[in-house]
């Protein structure tokens, strides 16, 4: 009997299910959007039912296409965007609908923590820079605003442990997610009253689920899930990765000789390390899937979905004049070498890189600029965010790395990653494969059911060197130029957030 793996990836706008062979091919896959609520400006959710009812579809769906029987799945197991935050009621029922990880309703507690302190006190536990998103900052604003929502809550969820829930009714937490919590102390690799006390969220101890590794089995497909999603009762299923983790192990980043930088609703950008960084130069250390490592990252809502709302708004007439897909005619901007154009996007449509009160801009509009002008200033200014925050990793680095490995929905235009690799000045390496979050998943359940020794040797197996682009120097000066007046605009804007801010 041939043997599978499946892996499900829950992103910030669509849910995806991927049956791979254990040498990390793609047999098939399923892919399907999820609603975004938006009820207040700055708020983001989903609704949780709907959203287990999307992932059941697509698992169902993926199984179907790869024409593989149930009992052929060896396991599964899933990634999901980090931070925002899922909570199961006392009923068995969400408690509210998901809080999704481009939210910014919690700017305010993380502004107080950082004039009050509390912030400082919380970095010696953490590790880390607070963040809106979180769920320490969402389950704070809870309290003071949803005291009804808090008396109901039976569990504390990410994405992808509600939906491990869902399939298993086993409730567990694992450790790379929450690690980025702002809940879990890494020096421990625990959860801290201390830190609970310092956020004011004490009651929320005895609601914390048990926290689990990545590669380990957390449960066995229900009869009830496996009826709706098409699986074989009792396959087991991982624990999981938080989606940065999966993106990087499924690019066989297993040792800190490359950065890894992810293009999607996040601009993720990380390297593994032994030790955390603690001397405040870079935003995030969280716990990374492999034993002894740590993830040192600059992250923010400021990538790809720019690009998507701009082409979503602005060029779907175009592209059914011309007869063409979306993204192919969105490509056509970045056919002709760049130009001295003086436009400057700021991709802050889900908040900035360094305050969530930032919001979009173009800057340097004149009445001789063109839609195509500023389409290529939206993916320029992209990869300019990617590379302020590589940039500050840099610093924090002893040695600088062989090359970054991109990943993220860039990847499927070959332009833009030549233009990430022109921007960062550095040789550019792609993995074959589309969806790199459920592949990550996919090696936790190979490692989990035993068919792999190690997630490295389980890495090594499945993921697939793809093309690696090398930057073009002729380009080097005119992106330096660019880069600088990026810079520039972020800055002389900065003190304008909170006046223009409306949330």
């Known amino acids: 009997m041939a043997e599978y793996v499946l892996g499900v990836d829950n992103g910030g706008t669509s849910s995806k299910a991927v049956v791979f062979d254990l040498c990390g091919r793609e047999i098939a896959q399923a892919k399907e959007n999820t609603r975004l609520l938006t009820p207040r400006p700055g708020f983001t959710e989903r609704d949780m039912e709907e959203l287990w009812q999307v992932n059941a579809r697509v698992i169902r769906e993926a199984v179907r296409r790869a024409g593989v029987s149930p009992e052929e799945i060896l396991g599964l197991s899933m990634s999901g965007h980090g931070k925002g935050l899922y909570l199961l009621g006392r009923d068995g029922k969400p408690a509210r609908s998901g809080i999704v990880s481009t939210d910014s309703r919690a700017y305010q507690y993380v502004d107080r923590w950082n004039a009050d302190g509390t912030a400082e006190k919380l970095f010696a536990r ?3 820079s607070m963040l809106a998103c979180q769920p320490a900052a969402l389950l ?4 003071d605003n949803e005291p009804q929502t808090v008396a109901n ?5 990410d994405v992808k442990d509600y939906i491990r829930y869902r399939l298993t009714g086993e409730a567990c937490c694992e450790i790379t997610d929450m690690s980025g919590s702002g809940l879990v102390n890494l020096h421990t690799r625990s959860y801290d009253r201390e830190i609970l006390s310092l956020l004011g969220l004490s009651w929320a101890w005895e609601k914390l689920p048990p926290l689990a590794d990545s590669f380990a089995c957390c449960g066995r497909v229900t009869e009830e ?3 709706l999603c098409g699986l074989a009762p009792g396959t087991p299923v991982a624990a999981g990765l938080f989606d940065i983790d999966a993106c990087a192990i499924a690019m066989n980043v297993t040792d800190g000789s490359t950065i890894a930088s992810i293009a999607g ?5 990380e390297y593994i390390a032994a030790a955390p960084v603690l001397d405040r130069s870079v935003k995030m250390n969280s716990l990374y899937c492999l034993p002894g490592y740590y993830l040192v990252e600059e992250s923010a809502p400021t990538s790809a979905s720019n690009l998507e709302w701009f082409v979503g708004n602005f060029l779907q007439e175009t592209a059914r004049e011309k007869g063409k897909p979306l993204y192919d005619t969105a490509n056509e901007a970045l056919e002709s070498p760049p130009k001295e154009t003086g436009i400057v996007f700021l991709p802050y449509l889900y908040g900035g890189c360094d305050d969530a009160k930032a919001t ?3 800057l340097g509009l004149t009445g001789d600029n063109t839609r195509e002008e500023m389409l290529r200033a939206v993916y320029e200014c992209v990869c300019f965010v990617h590379k302020m925050q590589v940039d500050r990793l840099l610093k924090s680095r002893g040695t600088p790395p062989r090359a970054i490995r991109l990943a993220g929905g860039v990847v499927n235009s070959p332009a833009w990653v030549q233009l990430f690799a022109d921007v960062f000045a550095m040789d550019v390496e792609t993995v074959e494969v589309s969806e790199l979050g459920a592949l990550g998943a996919a090696i936790a359940a190979a490692v989990a059911a035993g068919r792999y020794a190690s997630p490295q040797q389980a890495a090594a197996a499945m993921s697939r060197p793809g093309k690696t682009y090398q930057p073009n120097a002729g380009c080097a000066g005119i992106y330096r130029r660019k880069y600088e007046a990026f810079l520039t605009a972020d800055a002389a804007l900065a ?9």
Request: charged share 10%; aromatic share 18%; hydrophobic share 60%.
């Open 140 to 143: 704070r604003w809870l309290a």
């Open 153 to 157: 809550i039976q569990y504390i969820f």
């Open 126 to 128: 953490t590790c880390q």
């Open 225 to 227: 899930a496996a009826a």
């Open 265 to 269: 609703t996040w601009a993720i950008n």
């Open 495 to 503: 003190p304008l957030w909170a006046k223009l801010n409306k949330k």
């Open 360 to 362: 979009a801009a173009f």
